[in-house]
C-alpha cells in the first residue's frame, strides 16, 4: 500500500500526463517534460513508471479494475441493467477527464475501449449457465457491450441530451429488445 506522499505524487503525475495528453499525441509526451511541469525529478517518475506507455497503462488497468468491481457489484441478472448502467455512468462522469483523454489519444489505438469492451464481454460470458456461450451470444455480447460503450462515450462527451436516469433506463430497454 502507497503512502499518502507517493499517492500524491502519483497523481500529480497523472494529471501532468493527462493535461500533456490534450495537448499533443503520447509519442511527443516526454518524461522530461512531465518531470518538469510536476516539478518532481525525472527519477521520481522512473520510480513509479517505465515510460510514458507504462503510465498511460496503468491508469487504462485502474479504469478497468473500477468497471469491473461495478460490474461484481451490480450485475446479478438481466434484470439488474439498468442500475448497472447507472453505476457506470458515475463512475465514468467521476473519472470524465482521465476517461475522455484516454479514450481519444490516437496512437491508443482505442486500447482503453478494447479492454474495456474485453473486460464485459468477458463478464457476461462467465455468466452463462456452465460457461456455455452459444455462437448468438458470441455475436450478440460484443454487439451490445459495443453499442453501450459508444452511446456512454458520447453521452459524456455532450452528444446525447438525456439525463443519466433516462439514458441508462434506454439502454436497458433496448437490449430488453435484443433478448
Not at 36 to 48: D, E, L, S, V
Not at 109 to 124: F, G, S
Not at 160 to 177: F, P, V
Request: aromatic share 10%.
Amino acid at each position: 500500500m502507497d503512502d499518502k506522499r507517493t499517492l500524491k505524487t502519483k497523481q500529480l503525475i497523472k494529471i501532468t500526463f493527462l493535461d500533456l495528453l490534450k495537448k499533443k499525441p503520447i509519442n511527443k509526451i516526454t518524461i522530461s517534460s512531465i518531470a518538469r511541469i510536476a516539478n518532481i525529478g525525472r527519477g521520481t517518475f522512473y520510480f513509479h513508471y517505465l515510460d510514458v506507455y507504462d503510465l498511460q497503462e496503468k491508469m487504462e488497468d485502474d479504469i478497468c479494475l473500477g468497471l469491473e468491481k461495478i460490474f461484481e457489484e451490480h450485475f446479478k441478472s438481466p434484470a439488474d441493467f439498468k442500475q448497472l448502467f447507472l453505476a457506470i455512468i458515475d463512475y465514468i462522469v467521476s473519472i470524465n477527464e482521465q476517461f475522455s483523454s484516454l479514450i481519444t489519444e490516437q496512437s491508443s489505438d482505442n486500447r482503453l475501449m478494447r479492454k474495456v469492451r474485453k473486460l464485459y464481454i468477458t463478464k457476461m460470458c462467465e455468466l452463462m449457465p456452465n460457461k456455455s456461450v452459444s455462437t448468438y451470444h458470441k455475436i450478440k455480447f460484443p454487439f451490445v457491450v459495443s453499442g453501450v460503450i459508444g452511446v456512454i462515450d458520447d453521452w459524456v462527451k455532450g452528444e446525447t441530451e438525456l439525463q443519466k436516469d433516462a439514458l441508462a433506463l434506454e439502454i436497458s430497454n433496448i437490449i430488453g429488445m435484443i433478448e
